[in-house]
C-alpha cells in the first residue's frame, strides 16, 4: 500500500515526532507507514485521515500486489 503521509506531513509543516503525539502512536510507528514498510490498521488509518482532514483514500492507496 502507497500512501502520501509525508507529503501530508510537509503541508501541515509537522515532524514525525509531532504527528505520533497527536494520533497516540510512536515516531517509529509514523516513519515505518511512510516507508511502506508497516500497513496501519484500520482505526489508525482513520485517525491520520481525520488529523489531516482528508479521507482515507485520499493518503492510503491500494497497489495491484495489495
Known amino acids: 500500500m502507497k500512501n502520501n503521509l509525508k507529503v501530508e506531513r510537509a503541508i501541515k509543516n509537522i ?6 503525539k497527536e494520533i497516540g ?7 515505518s507507514i511512510e516507508l511502506c514498510k508497516y500497513v496501519p ?10 488529523y489531516f482532514n482528508k479521507t482515507v483514500n485520499e493518503i492510503f492507496t491500494l497497489e495491484e500486489a495489495d
Not at 515532524?15 to 505520533?20: F, I, R, S, V
Not at 502512536?25 to 516513519?31: E, F, M, P, S
Request: no cysteine; hydrophobic share 50%; glycine share 0%.
Open 15 to 20: 515532524t514525525q515526532e509531532e504527528l505520533a
Open 41 to 50: 490498521s484500520t482505526i489508525l488509518a482513520l485517525k491520520l485521515a481525520q
Open 25 to 31: 502512536v510512536t515516531r517509529q510507528a509514523i516513519n
